[in-house]
């Protein structure tokens, strides 16, 4: 069966023309529409373009800037900022084409060609290297000891406290020399009455010798008043040795401070009876105290007599120490070496106590200085690591070697030198180099 339509159904072209032009000029419109920026990104426009440029972006804009630029004209506009966070991807333009006005935006931003790289550089530098490591240590005062009787007897006067602080010479304690006293006495007598004696022997023996020539010399006689002169001159020898041990003694009665410091123990009171080596006080000098740490064996290397550490306190000020002595001993279950070190200057370190704790701030390096490059700036490529070094607005490829990290920086050993400018941000897009546009 045929149908006939009448020609009242057929459409009208001037309706289908009507109907394109409204299609068209509406698409249009709110395709000029999304490719507005939001009031955020409005904000963000600085130089009023209706895009945002790679200097404006900042957070996930200036992460994923390449991959929402999707024309590649070095700005983003609404629509591809919309189609990147909502996942649809880049805006179709292919229905289209822009109102002239943006496209005059672009064309303005980015000209009639895709502008160069934007780059951060930063400057090769050549410095001491900062890095240190913390080793725990200990203080050990220089002087510190008890000090003991060298005689026996009773405690007569005991003058400090503990936590006095004392000079040198200073007289701590007093024993009882009454008895010692009486042994001096009877020391004296014991020598003059042996002088006396020597003297008489001395006194026969030089008769005897003027009497050679007579008759009367005996020969006999001569030689035995030689032999008793020779014993009293022994017996004045060993009295008067015994005389100065009871001297001695007499003066041990008195204990005095070897050094000055602090007494931090008292082992004994009035009236003690002490025997030869009992302990007295014991007495701290705690202005001469040094630093003992113990190193790792293979960081013995970077350290030598010159080395300036720090001590880390507790209020947290620094005092700096100056290595003394690497003593040539290891620890074979720790691997580690002790060194001494001992403080600059006396400020900060009176409060320190003998075997206390302390934390040790040491260089990691030497002294010398050594050139050093950003990590950001090196790229690892598969023939090598490589650096970019700009000049005026090129950018060339530089291969680089590399040594330890040093913080945020690398340890340049070959292929840069101090006061090149190296590109930290954006030279994972420039291939071999080229024209870059630099930004701060």
Do not use: W
Not at 93 to 112: E, V
Not at 369 to 384: E, F, Q, S, T
Request: positive net charge; charged residues 30%.
């Amino acid at each position: 069966m045929r149908i006939i339509r009448s020609p009242q159904s057929r459409p009208c072209p001037l309706i289908l023309f009507c109907f394109l032009l409204t299609f068209l000029t509406v698409t249009e419109t709110a395709y000029s529409q999304n490719r507005e920026l939001s009031e955020r990104g409005k904000a963000a426009d600085t130089n009023k373009d209706g895009l945002i440029q790679r200097s404006e972006a900042g957070g996930p804009l200036e992460a994923n800037f390449d991959d929402m630029d999707c024309d590649k004209n070095g700005g983003l506009d609404g629509a591809e900022i919309r189609g990147f966070f909502t996942g649809t991807g880049c805006p179709e333009k292919t229905a289209s084409k822009p109102d002239n006005k943006n496209k005059k935006k672009k064309t303005a931003s980015s000209g009639n060609r895709r502008p160069p790289p934007a780059v951060k550089l930063a400057t090769v530098v050549s410095e001491i290297a900062g890095e240190t490591y913390k080793v725990a240590g200990r203080v050990i005062a220089l002087q510190s000891g008890s000090l003991s009787t060298r005689v026996s007897g009773t405690i007569k006067r005991i003058s400090v406290e503990v936590g006095d602080r004392v000079t040198e010479g200073y007289i701590i304690a007093k024993l009882r020399d009454g008895r010692i006293r009486a042994d001096r006495k009877k020391a004296l007598a014991l020598l003059k009455r042996q002088q006396v004696a020597l003297k008489n022997a001395v006194r026969e023996l030089n008769r005897i010798k003027r009497l050679r020539k007579s008759a009367a010399y005996s020969r006999a006689r001569f030689e035995e008043l030689e032999g008793q002169v020779a014993e009293r001159r022994s017996q004045v020898s060993e009295v008067s040795a015994a005389l100065e041990r009871i001297e001695i003694d007499v003066r041990d009665t008195v204990i005095k401070a070897p050094f000055s410091g602090v007494i931090t123990q008292k082992h004994v009171e009035k009236g003690t009876h002490v025997n030869t080596g009992s302990p007295i006080v014991t007495l701290i000098n705690d202005n001469k105290v040094e630093i003992e740490v113990d190193v790792p064996s293979f960081r013995i290397s970077s350290i030598s007599s010159t080395t300036v550490a720090n001590l880390l306190l507790d209020n947290g000020n620094k005092v700096p120490i100056q290595v003394r002595s690497i003593i040539p001993r290891e620890d074979l279950r720790t691997r580690t070496r002790p060194i001494r070190l001992r403080p600059t200057t006396n400020e900060g370190v009176k409060y320190l106590a003998d075997n206390q704790a302390v934390l040790v701030e040491l260089p990691l390096t030497g002294s010398q200085p050594i050139v050093m490059v950003p990590k950001d700036a090196v790229i690892k490529r598969a023939n090598g690591n490589v650096a970019f070094v700009v000049k005026g607005e090129n950018a060339s490829m530089r291969s680089v070697r590399v040594g330890r990290g040093v913080g945020s920086n690398f340890e340049v050993l070959e292929g840069l030198k101090p006061g090149e400018n190296v590109v930290i941000r954006g030279n994972e897009r420039l291939g071999a180099g080229g024209q870059v546009r630099v930004v701060q």
